[in-house]
């Protein structure tokens, strides 16, 4: 496995793959891997010749007051992750290489990324779509692979990909949880030990509006009404929003659910950190 940090040499090390038939996949990451992480790389490998693996903090989809500097970087331990998973590349660029003295092209999705993370991370989803499509320049993949987790994300970038024409297949790997069902995320391990357990009533809220949806409760108000309910007894959590959005369009459904067409995502702070999470229901 080789790790190179140059858009060129990525640039010009993919065109040599691609010329030779090999099935590029890539995955894009911020580094601090998890085994969320680990189960996209493994996907990828399964689909693809070549699994690149980005690692890159990008400061474009970071606000002003939101953790950047503190948002934590673990290059040496994720190498070792990456070549373990069954990486080949590590693209691990330095922020002046990605946005270059006098950088000012952005890409905008302006709709899908409006509401959810839009409303309170409003440039969030300019950041991920400019870095997105430059990584998918850079690296011209075939395939790339994205979590569930982020299913905003997931629906955004499948826009971009469509509107832009970029010949990418964007494959959509399962959200990877500890054994007491929070999700796993790089912020996790800011939590003390209390906020932690706190944290688990997202998880604890969904599998509640999955179980009613089991259940034959299709209303959304009853189903939002639940996992409000929980999340409210818990009091270092502060919900952002609860929502259940359709899929593909992230626009909020009213009435009553289709199950199997829509998700529900919830995202809180607990204390100062701020979690997201989701359930297709
Ligand atoms: P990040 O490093 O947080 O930007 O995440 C990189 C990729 O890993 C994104 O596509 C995320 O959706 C995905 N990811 C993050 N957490 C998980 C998880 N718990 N399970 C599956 N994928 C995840």
Redesign the pocket.
Known sequence: MQTITSVFEMQTLAEDLRSKGQIIGL???????????V??IKLAAEQADTVVVS?FV?PTQFGPSEDFTKYPRALEADVAACEAAGADIVFAPTAEEIYPKGYSTYVIEEHIAKPLEGVSRPSHFRGVTTVVAKLFNIVRPDLA??????AQ??AVIKKMVADLHFTVDVVV?????EQDGL?????NRYLTATQRIEALVIHRALRKAAGMVAAGECRVDRLIAEATHLIAQHRRVRMIYTSIVDRTTMEAVKGEIVPGKVVMTIAVWVDEIRLIDNELL
Do not use: C
């Not at 995955?27 to 992480?37: D, I, K, N, R, W």
């Not at 692979?145 to 982020?150: A, E, L, P, T, Y």
């Open positions: 995955v894009p990451t911020m580094g601090a891997l998890h085994e969320g992480h189960s996209l690692i990008n692979v994205f979590g569930q987790k982020d994300q997931v790997a399962p959200t990877l949880r999700a796993m995320s790089s912020r």
